[in-house]
């Protein structure tokens, strides 16, 4: 389900959402926004305008903080797993 469906759904919903559903959907929604801002702007940035170049590398940069801070995260999982005393579990 595409995330303006889940928004939409969420508004006329009388269920109350978790704050990490909320911060779940709230990050799609954000990723999708940045995602359309660098795909939209590309085509002008090419041509070497200014404000669609700006526009672009912003949200490419929004971006790869958001992926650089998720490895992160999962990477702590992980660890924290294998310090249980969990690794035979993992592959």
Do not use: W
Not at 9 to 34: H, N, P, V, W
Not at 71 to 84: A, G
């Amino acid at each position: 389900m595409d995330s303006f469906s889940k928004v939409c759904r969420d508004t006329l919903s009388f269920d109350e959402k978790s704050e990490t559903e909320i911060a779940q959907l709230d990050g799609e929604i954000r990723q999708f926004y940045l995602k359309s801002l660098c795909v939209f702007h590309r085509k002008y940035m090419v041509r070497g305008d200014p404000f669609s170049t700006k526009s672009c590398v912003e949200a490419g940069q929004q971006l790869v903080s958001i992926f650089i801070e998720s490895t992160e995260s999962f990477h702590k999982e992980v660890s924290s797993i294998e310090n249980v005393g969990c690794s035979r579990i993992l592959p």
